[in-house]
């Protein structure tokens, strides 16, 4: 009996040590509390950003609040407020447009909680409202997107070049910047003409309305699609094959992002051109908030590289975009 007891009690201690993991394997604190503002799920872009956020944080050790603001700058606003009285370390967010945010980040800056941009600026006579932008130079991407076309340009030998634009969200930074890039490289090319640019709000939908609208008013003219992101790029080419021209053949276009579904299309020729704009921010965004909450300084504006791919190159070996 005396031996049954030793071993009960034995398989008792060893229960207890194995249940009280040692302290290096407790759960670890986490490093930072970290509340971020996602505008929305509008674009395939979008999706990706906010994937590569959460696994960023997952991985640095970061706790986050994400709020998805749905395209509304009143929900993205009601968030920062969510997070200010939640006493986050840090703030971030994606401003939908660029004007409308001195109150909410004037009260960040009270509370003492540093907030950074992410993906798209705003626009403030306050510098102090913000620590840093982390996001794309979505001016150089429009200069890209240009200097593209008068290398194709040239290389159909065209005397006269028709444009038509699909424009992003109006009043966001890549909608202005884009085009702001674009228009400044071609504006000294007397071939270049932009007939029109339509507002297409970077949605699949609208891209497809926009360019309905366009070829019943312009049909045969149109030359070259600019458009600003690949959604409304997918949401046109539909309409354009509908109405009896091949993209890419018949009609130059030129698009922004770089995921995975227009890379696809790129490969079977029905889009000439894509301006990569990589949504993967999540790793910058977890360093640079725990800088901010030990008290470190930051860059004031950190561009990730970018790409541009077209019809000039091979591109079989582009690896799989993740978004
Ligand atoms: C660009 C980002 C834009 C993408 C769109 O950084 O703000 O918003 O180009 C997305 O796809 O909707």
């Known amino acids: 009996m ?3 007891k030793q071993i009960c009690m034995l398989l008792a201690l060893f229960t207890l040590i194995a249940g009280c993991a040692r302290p290096s394997e407790q759960a670890e604190e986490p490093k930072l509390l970290l509340g971020f503002s996602q505008l929305g799920s509008e674009s395939a872009w979008r999706i990706g950003n906010t994937r590569d956020i959460e696994q960023k944080a997952e991985e640095y050790g970061v706790s986050l609040m994400l709020e998805n603001a749905n395209q509304k700058q009143e929900n993205q606003i009601a968030a920062i407020r969510r997070f200010i009285a939640y006493k986050v370390d840090v703030i971030a967010f994606s401003p939908i447009v660029e004007e409308g945010w001195d109150n909410v980040l ?4 009270n509370a003492g909680i540093p907030v950074i941009l992410v993906d798209r600026d705003i626009s403030t006579e306050n510098e ?4 840093c932008l982390i996001g794309a130079d979505f001016y150089s991407e429009g200069v890209q997107a240009a200097r593209y076309l008068i290398r194709k340009a040239d290389s159909l030998n065209m005397d006269q070049v028709n444009i038509v634009e699909i424009t992003g ?3 966001s930074t890549p909608m202005r910047q884009r085009q702001a890039g674009f228009m400044d490289t071609i504006k000294n090319d007397d071939r270049m003409k932009v007939m029109e640019s339509v507002n297409g709000d970077f949605l699949k939908s609208r891209g497809a309305e926009c360019m309905r609208y366009l070829l019943e008013k312009y049909g045969d003219d149109i030359d070259v699609i600019f ?4 959604e409304m790029t997918l949401g046109a080419i539909p309409e354009i094959e509908d109405a009896g021209y091949t993209p890419g053949k018949d009609v130059i276009i030129i698009s922004i992002d770089g995921g995975q579904e227009a890379i696809d299309v790129l ?10 704009c990589t949504p993967m921010l999540g790793s910058k965004l977890m360093e640079t908030a725990l800088k901010l909450k030990n008290g470190q300084e930051v860059e004031k504006l950190i561009h ?13 070996g582009i690896e799989p975009r993740g978004y």
Request: glycine letters at 2%; hydrophobic letters at 25%; a negative charge.
């Open 227 to 230: 458009s600003h992101n690949d």
């Open 304 to 316: 990730p590289e970018e790409k541009v791919f077209s019809d000039e190159q091979d591109l079989s």
């Open 106 to 109: 004037m009260e960040a800056k």
């Open 169 to 171: 969200t109006e009043d």
């Open 128 to 131: 102090e409202l913000t620590a």
């Open 2 to 4: 005396r031996k049954v």
């Open 267 to 276: 490969k079977e020729g029905r889009i000439n051109c894509v301006v990569e």
